[in-house]
Each structure stands twice: as structure tokens, then as C-alpha cells.
């Protein structure tokens, strides 16, 4: 696959993501464009947070059926389902970041990634 072909896919995944977040009302959606950050092994980071671990569970679940449903594809790794304080779903290209608003405010990923492009998007 060409690099090209590569970054529309990742940049289709991630706004695939976006739209998954959307669908169960995640709080202050940003994409965070890597590729130009040194260091950083994926393409974009998506992140987002809701008041409650059912909401952060549902939102993780949103993710993983409009990617399924679009792409075909599951995550190849997923971490935090248990609590519903912090969950990542990695689809390797695409990291996907969903907190309950404390533990994002506690760990501040968009600060840690400061020199990334980032993209802000409204909830449904």
C-alpha cells in the first residue's frame, strides 16, 4: 500500500471514530494529527470523555461497531473495559482515547502531545 493510500485510510478510520463518539454524545472530541510528531507510532490519536463509566463503556462500544460496520475491522488491542475509567482501543494507525472527565483532566494526553495538529469536533 502507498503512503498515500495509507494516510487516507488512517485519516478515514480516525473521522470513522469521530462519528462513533458522536453517536453516544462523547464530550470535547479532538483528533490529534502524529504523523508529523516525532516519536509517535500511530497516525492520529482520537480522544474524548463522558460523566459516567456506562457512558465511556457505550462510547467504547459505539467505536467498535461504526469502525466494524464502515471497515470490517476490530481493534488489535483494547485496554481498560473493566473500570470504564480509561479506555483505549489502539487500531494501530488510530489510538482511540475515551476517559470519564476526571482521569482525562488528571492525565492531560493533549498536553503530553502538545506539538501534534489538533482538530476539535462537536457532539452530536
Avoid at 485510510?9 to 464530550?27: C, D, P, Y
Avoid at 488510530?94 to 492525565?107: A, E, M, P, S, W
Amino acid at each position: 500500500m502507498s503512503k498515500d493510500k495509507k494516510l487516507l485510510s488512517s485519516e478515514n478510520l480516525a473521522e470513522i471514530v469521530v462519528l462513533g463518539m458522536q453517536e453516544k454524545k462523547g464530550n470535547e472530541i479532538v483528533r490529534l494529527d502524529m504523523r508529523e510528531v516525532n516519536g509517535s507510532v500511530s497516525d492520529y490519536f482520537v480522544i474524548c470523555h463522558a460523566d459516567s463509566n456506562v457512558q465511556v463503556n457505550a462510547i467504547a462500544n459505539s467505536v467498535e461497531h461504526e469502525v466494524y460496520k464502515a471497515l470490517g475491522q476490530d481493534p488489535w488491542r483494547k485496554e481498560g473495559q473493566g473500570n470504564g475509567e480509561w479506555i483505549l482501543l489502539d487500531f494501530v494507525d488510530v489510538v482511540v482515547h475515551i476517559f470519564k472527565t476526571d482521569k482525562r483532566n488528571h492525565y492531560g494526553i493533549e498536553d503530553l502531545w502538545g506539538d501534534a495538529v489538533t482538530q476539535a469536533y462537536q457532539s452530536a
